[in-house]
T-cell receptor
């Protein structure tokens, strides 16, 4: 079952432009949602989680249960934001914090 | 501060050969996971473990076996490698808490020819 959908494989924006990476999910319970990022030649790392309602590196993501979305946004893109971004959903009912990932969006910020 | 370390980083296997990927974490995490990453498919869970001596199947477990004899180590075995197992493999670990962060290894790029 497709739990997380990221409709854009590639996204290019100019430096200083707003960025929105889309994520939609399907889950019957109370979702735990995350954004992970993989910079070039670095390991996958957590960017932010919905429960924290935090802003990390200028990025925010709001959980919209009505639209089952968790889009990642940043008002002004920077070159260092270029990376692969994965939306992920955690299912506790499997007995662990198993993460189910979307297919990822590669963001390129054009100078 | 090693975090999660995977061995080896790269490997080329011939079809039918076997190998073991080692994952070690030094954060005293209870939970450990093995994922594979394929183009256009994101990361998919192979097997996971909720503690020493326990393992369970994930989304794509066929062709793989795992063991967690020590809390800090999680081994992924391929008994008879197939070209379809060509992928990048990631190990991760996390605490038990809800909404907790998963820490990933640097990945192992495996090619089966």
């Amino acid at each position: 079952a497709q739990r997380v959908t990221q409709p854009e494989k590639l996204l290019s924006v100019f430096k200083g432009a707003p960025v929105e990476l889309k994520c939609n999910y399907s889950y019957s319970g109370s979702p735990e949602l995350f954004w992970y990022v993989q910079y070039s030649r670095q390991r996958l790392q957590l960017l932010l989680r919905h429960i924290s309602r935090e802003s990390i590196k200028g990025f925010t993501a709001d959980l919209n249960k009505g639209e089952t979305s968790f889009h990642l946004k940043k008002p002004f893109a920077q070159e260092e934001d270029s990376a692969m971004y994965y939306c992920a959903l955690s299912e506790r009912q499997t007995g662990a914090n198993n993460l189910f990932f979307g297919t990822g969006t590669r963001l390129t910020v054009i100078p | 501060n090693a975090g999660v370390t995977q061995t080896p980083k790269f490997r080329v296997l011939k079809t039918g050969q076997s190998m073991t990927l080692l994952c070690a974490q030094d954060m005293n995490h209870e939970y450990m996971y093995w994922y594979r990453q394929d183009p256009g498919m994101g990361l998919r869970l192979i097997h996971y473990s909720v503690g020493e001596g326990t393992t369970a199947k994930g989304e794509v477990p066929d062709g793989y076996n795992v063991s967690r004899l020590k809390k800090q180590n999680f081994l992924l075995g391929l008994e008879s490698a197939a070209p379809s197992q060509t992928s990048v493999y990631f190990c991760a670990s996390s605490q038990r808490d809800r909404n907790t962060e998963a820490f990933f290894g640097q990945g192992t790029r495996l090619t089966v020819v």
